[in-house]
């Protein structure tokens, strides 16, 4: 499986024909890493040194503050994971023993000195963990900024988002043994993973209760945009009661590599990463292009995914609670699992019907590429200083000088102001305050 878990991903003649592929596959993940670490050096030094004059760090938008601790999230973790790979190499090829012991294969007893396949996984899910909040804190990031700019309202709890998703950058690197309760740990280490992975509960409830706060009595414009991110609000929510049950080590025990990991994964991480992807992209897609996606299809794809990955998702919890375990292609050895397949049928048949929806998606993003409604600068009406750049293709930015940045991302509806948004780059009045 993806987790490659020695002994067998660590002895080529366990699995006929495995040896050359594995270990190129290894490297390709090397070569991956040191590239995605340049990346993130890149952008972490960007950030730090190279903002605009006025752009204090409390000015930053949201969305950059995550893609600003992903950045580093990826620094931290993903050399531990190169770490990993490299010593599993060893061991496939040049006959050392980081992961191995004394195992039999085929009656063969191989003998190897002093290693073991748990350091494997405390390395893997050392990086595993950091890893679902790579690929979450930029789903946040966006949906901050859609849910505030459609809300008109200023992100409420500005302070208290940008200090919630550093509690979750720095939570997701001491949570790593949840995913090995089963490996026979100490108990007593296995209640201070629990702990943790609780306590993490904590900064992703606050960033729900903000995001509902500003949804709360809010003038909202409900674009394809805005519905996507309220989607992701509501499978974060969902995803994060389920992982509540699984941070636990006494329940989680019961469901291990089960159906229901499939379905807290999946809802928590895959969907609401998906969920703040095509947010952002209905967003931002007149800043790229120009042009508008035609908001009807952007409906009806919203409603086609979002009932369909429910679909999906949803009843593999109740698949895992009745002990259906996850990575087998049939169930023909498991005859006390029989009375599911009707569940089954109906995951296979949501999951074709999402998948055919996406061409709804693609048909919307490439027709309007070409023939969608000329945009306007700023046709959400939004603050961030993308959105003062013009709409003509021309080298650079801006034609003339680098704007200056006067006020926080967030100034919508503000009492006494002339519209319902004032954009970064406007200079205070006299006597204005900037929040």
């Given at each position: 499986g993806?987790t490659i878990?020695?002994?067998?991903s660590?002895?080529?003649q366990?699995?006929p024909?495995?040896?050359?592929?594995m270990?190129?596959w290894?490297?390709s993940i090397?070569l991956f890493?040191v590239g995605?670490?340049?990346?993130?050096?890149?952008?972490i030094v960007?950030?730090?040194?190279?903002?605009?004059?006025?752009?204090?760090?409390?000015?930053l938008?949201?969305?950059?503050?995550?893609l600003f601790?992903?950045?580093?999230?990826g620094?931290?973790?993903?050399?531990?994971?190169?770490?990993?790979?490299?010593l599993?190499i060893?061991?496939r090829s040049?006959?050392?023993s980081?992961?191995?012991?004394?195992?039999?294969?085929?009656g063969?007893?191989l003998?190897?000195?002093?290693?073991?396949?748990?350091?494997?996984?405390?390395l893997?899910?050392?990086?595993?963990?950091?890893?679902v909040y790579i690929?979450?804190?930029?789903?946040?990031g966006?949906?901050?900024e859609?849910?505030?700019?459609?809300?008109r309202?200023p992100?409420f709890?500005y302070k208290a988002?940008v200090?919630s998703l550093?509690?979750?950058a720095?939570l997701?690197f001491?949570?790593?043994?949840?995913?090995?309760?089963m490996?026979?740990?100490n108990?007593?280490?296995g209640?201070?993973?629990?702990?943790t992975t609780?306590l993490?509960?904590?900064?992703?409830?606050?960033?729900v209760f903000n995001?509902l706060?500003t949804?709360?009595?809010?003038?909202?414009?409900f674009?394809?945009a805005?519905?996507f991110?309220?989607?992701m609000?509501?499978?974060?929510?969902?995803?994060?009661l389920?992982?509540?049950?699984l941070?636990?080590?006494?329940l989680?025990?019961?469901?291990?590599d089960?159906?229901?990991?499939?379905g807290h994964?999946?809802?928590v991480m895959?969907?609401?990463?998906i969920?703040?992807m095509?947010a952002g992209?209905?967003?931002?897609?007149?800043?790229?292009?120009?042009?508008m996606?035609?908001k009807?299809l952007g409906y009806?794809?919203?409603w086609?995914t979002?009932?369909c990955?429910?679909g999906?998702?949803?009843?593999m919890?109740?698949l895992?609670?009745a002990?259906?375990?996850?990575r087998y292609y049939?169930?023909e050895?498991?005859s006390?699992?029989d009375?599911?397949?009707d569940?089954?049928a109906?995951?296979?048949?949501f999951?074709?019907?999402?998948?055919?929806?996406?061409?709804?998606?693609?048909?919307?993003f490439f027709?309007?590429?070409?023939?969608g409604t000329?945009s306007s600068q700023n046709p959400w009406?939004?603050?961030?200083?993308?959105?003062t750049?013009?709409?003509?293709?021309?080298?650079?930015n801006?034609?003339?000088?680098i704007?200056e940045?006067?006020?926080?991302p967030?100034d919508?509806?503000?009492?006494g102001?002339?519209d319902?948004?004032?954009q970064q780059?406007i200079?205070?009045?006299?006597g204005?305050s900037?929040?």
């Open positions: 993806w878990y020695p002994p067998l660590a002895l080529p366990a699995i024909g495995s040896g050359m592929g270990t190129l290894l490297i090397i890493i995605s670490l340049l990346g993130g050096l890149n952008y960007t950030v730090l040194n190279l903002r605009t004059k006025g752009m204090s760090m409390k000015r938008p949201l969305t950059v503050w995550s601790l992903t950045a580093i999230l620094v931290l973790s993903f050399p531990v994971l190169i770490s990993c790979g490299l599993l060893f061991d040049f006959g050392t980081f992961y191995l012991s004394d195992i039999i294969i085929g063969e007893a003998h190897h000195e002093g290693g073991s396949p748990i350091l494997f996984e405390h893997f899910w050392f990086l595993g963990h950091p890893e690929i979450l804190l930029p789903a946040l966006i949906v901050s859609v849910i505030s700019v459609n809300s309202k992100i709890g988002m200090g550093l509690a979750i720095f997701s001491i949570v790593w043994g949840h995913h090995m309760f490996t026979g740990m108990p007593f280490l209640s201070v993973f629990t702990f609780l993490i509960a904590i900064p992703s409830a606050i960033k995001y706060a949804l709360w009595r809010a003038n909202i414009r674009t394809p805005m519905l991110a309220i989607a609000v509501s499978t974060f929510i969902a995803g994060g389920t992982g509540l049950i941070g636990d080590s006494a989680d025990i019961n469901i291990h089960t159906y229901f990991v499939v994964f999946h809802i895959g969907l609401s990463a969920y703040g095509f992209v209905y967003h931002w897609f007149p800043k790229m292009y120009g042009r996606m035609n009807y009806l794809h919203f086609g979002f009932i990955a429910y999906v998702f949803f009843p919890h109740f895992g609670l002990g259906l375990p996850r049939n169930n050895s498991f006390m699992f009375g599911l397949a569940i089954n109906v995951i296979t048949f999951a074709l019907a999402g998948a055919v929806i996406q061409t709804i998606f693609l048909f919307n027709y309007s590429i070409f023939k000329k009406k939004a603050n961030t200083l993308e959105w750049t013009p709409i003509e293709r021309m080298h650079g801006w034609p003339g000088d704007p940045v006067h006020r926080w967030y919508y509806s503000k009492p102001a002339d319902d948004f004032i780059n200079p205070l009045k006299p204005e900037e929040h």
